[in-house]
């Protein structure tokens, strides 16, 4: 028998930018893809959302910086990374070279640093998107968590935006009283798009120590346990604005997980924290997700996006198989 997915396009397009798939790796989770490499083929993915690059080296927070808890993980890596002039000399390169699509994180202090970074992108070859991390949990202080105020996230996305042509999504964090009024703000000061949603602040105890298990204390759940907060934030964000592309993420660990992004109003997803436990999990959930959408009937991953807002009434329910 024919495989359903097959007569699927897999293609999504993200503010005008055609992706093969409709599945990224998340950014933080896979470097910038190359430890992925010998686990599956990058190349049918969306892309590669890479692990936020600040303007200088970084080592980050001081360990232990990850802590497993139920049904997730805390991480406070503290944005680690080589800086720009290493990623555009190596990494981006090595991706740009396989024809890989590259959706480049990027974070800063100030708004002026994200600007200077989408400068130093401009033109770079193998760059199809910005995702700016404006929703890092693991910061010096609160204040440069920028995605919590709607003034703040506006400074960052206007600076972003005179810099470069290529899309640009606002990552937003669920750490606040209203995303809706953060997701407008960023689009009002020019993103094209928006990632639905980074970690949630968290503390976990070591019961043997008495201590936090984070030498920072507070750090990022990812993982399952989110997926509920994820998906509700997804909804909220597609609710008031339809029109904007989502790119959403949060526990996903499966196609019937990322199916349930779409529905909600995603128009694609990052695969993150799964990568964990299973290499291999973003193009696993990328086949599974479009095996899913054909047996639905889906002809296009589009065609999916926000479905589940048109449903006024409880719909019958279909058996489509344990693994659909
Ligand atoms: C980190 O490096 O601390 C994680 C980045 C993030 O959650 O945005």
């Not at 396009?9 to 490499?37: H, I, N, Y």
């Not at 997730?72 to 720009?84: A, E, K």
């Not at 209203?178 to 949630?200: E, F, Q, W």
């Not at 509700?232 to 008031?240: F, I, L, N, S, T």
Request: aromatic share 4%; glycine share 12%.
């Amino acid at each position: 028998m024919t495989d359903p997915a097959v007569r699927l396009d897999p293609a999504v397009s993200l503010a005008g930018v055609t992706f093969r798939g409709p599945v990224f790796t998340a950014s933080g989770c896979a470097a910038a893809g190359r430890e992925l490499a010998p686990y599956l083929d990058l190349g049918t993915l969306g892309g590669v959302v890479t692990k936020s690059v600040m303007r200088a080296p970084r080592a980050g927070r001081p360990t232990p910086r990850m802590a497993e808890t139920a049904s997730g993980m805390l991480n406070s890596i503290g944005l680690q990374g080589p800086g720009i002039e290493a990623f555009l000399a190596g990494d981006l390169p090595w991706l740009a070279e396989r024809g890989i699509a590259a959706v480049v994180s990027i974070a800063g202090h100030s708004a002026q640093e994200y600007g200077e970074l989408a400068r130093r992108l401009r033109g770079a070859p193998g760059l199809a998107m910005l995702e700016v991390n404006i929703s890092c949990p693991n910061v010096e202080s609160r204040g440069q968590v920028f995605a919590c105020s709607a003034a703040g996230a506006a400074d960052v996305m206007a600076a972003v935006r005179r810099e470069i042509d290529v899309p640009v999504f606002a990552k937003l964090s669920p750490d606040v009283t209203d995303i809706v009024d953060i997701a407008r703000s960023c689009v009002a000061a020019g993103a094209d798009g928006l990632s639905v949603i980074n970690t949630l602040l968290g503390v976990a105890i070591d019961t043997r120590t008495l201590r936090p298990v984070l030498s920072a204390v507070t750090g990022g759940l990812s993982g399952p346990a989110i997926k509920p907060v994820a998906l509700r934030c997804v909804w909220q964000v597609h609710a008031a604005l339809p029109t904007v592309p989502i790119l959403g993420m949060g526990g996903i660990r499966s196609g019937l997980d990322a199916l349930e992004f779409l529905l909600a109003g995603a128009s694609a997803v990052s695969v993150g924290t799964a990568i964990f436990a299973d290499p291999g999990a973003p193009a696993r959930v990328q086949c599974e997700l479009l095996t899913a959408l054909a047996a639905r009937g889906f002809g296009a991953v589009a065609e999916a996006v926000g479905v589940a807002h048109g449903l006024t009434a409880p719909r019958e329910v279909v058996a489509y198989g344990d693994e659909l």
